[in-house]
């Protein structure tokens, strides 16, 4: 993994950008099948954790940034909602204690870009997994004709309002894909009426569907069932997500 982006210690912002809830009731009806406490790795500022917590269920969050765990927190404290969360990193944390469910919404698997990375990530899960216990994830079906000419250039991302000003600011990402490492390296771009305020790099690693197949079965998962949408559909050649509930193979 590499360094955090500063959007991801700026938690009003990110929840600007990022403000979807597609997927929240597929991770409440998951979590309330697994019937038990569990853990959201790479939470952020909570999108998808306080709304299960409010609904009351047993969640717990981790994420590595410190800012997003703060502003998490504050949103938890005004909406009158206990919720314990935790400081680490998803390839290696210890928690000295096991969940019913461990998953991790919205792609975030994406930023293990080595097989060192996601087999310590796995190797993780697994000691914090209870007899029986089911980890779940969300990441998306890679696009190769995306990932090919069309990724050169540069593509609108989204807008939001500036917390410190209120100004207007406008996103824009432009990459290039690695077919070496899979992993996509892109400028992200902020702009204000017209000009550049800063420009940061960020990387993805595309998981294509019998890779992420296969790295589960090698490190010692089996797979429960794979979906493609959020409507339980199962996966096929038409899915745009990935969506694994697997447990540990005995």
Request: aromatic share 12%.
């Amino acid at each position: 993994m590499t360094a955090l982006l500063p959007l991801y210690d700026d938690g009003e912002a990110y929840d600007q950008i990022f403000p979807g809830t597609d997927d929240i009731p597929y991770w409440q009806a998951q979590i309330a099948k697994a019937n038990g406490e569990s853990l959201e790795l790479a939470c952020g500022t909570g999108r998808v954790l306080l709304e299960l917590r409010a609904q009351g269920l047993n969640v717990e969050g981790l994420d590595a940034s410190t800012g997003m765990l703060s502003y998490a927190a504050e949103k938890a404290k005004q909406r009158g909602l206990q919720v314990k969360l935790y400081q680490g990193d998803m390839r290696h944390f210890q928690l000295d204690k096991t969940f019913a469910s461990i998953y991790i919404p919205a792609n975030t698997l994406g930023h293990l870009y080595t097989r060192d990375d996601i087999e310590a990530h796995l190797a993780s899960v697994k000691r914090h997994l209870q007899p029986q216990g089911v980890y779940m994830f969300d990441m998306f079906v890679p696009n190769p004709q995306f990932l090919t000419d069309s990724w050169g250039q540069r593509h609108a991302m989204g807008e939001y309002i500036n917390p410190s000003d209120g100004a207007l600011i406008k996103m824009f990402q432009q990459g290039q894909y690695n077919h070496a490492t899979q992993v996509t390296h892109e400028t992200w771009s902020y702009e204000r009426d017209g000009q550049i305020l800063r420009e940061e790099a960020f990387s993805i690693r595309i998981f294509f569907p019998q890779e992420l197949d296969a790295l589960l079965e090698y490190n010692g998962f089996e797979i429960i069932a794979k979906y493609g949408n959020y409507d339980f559909s199962l996966f096929d050649s038409q899915s745009k997500h990935q969506l694994i509930e697997a447990r540990i193979r005995s």
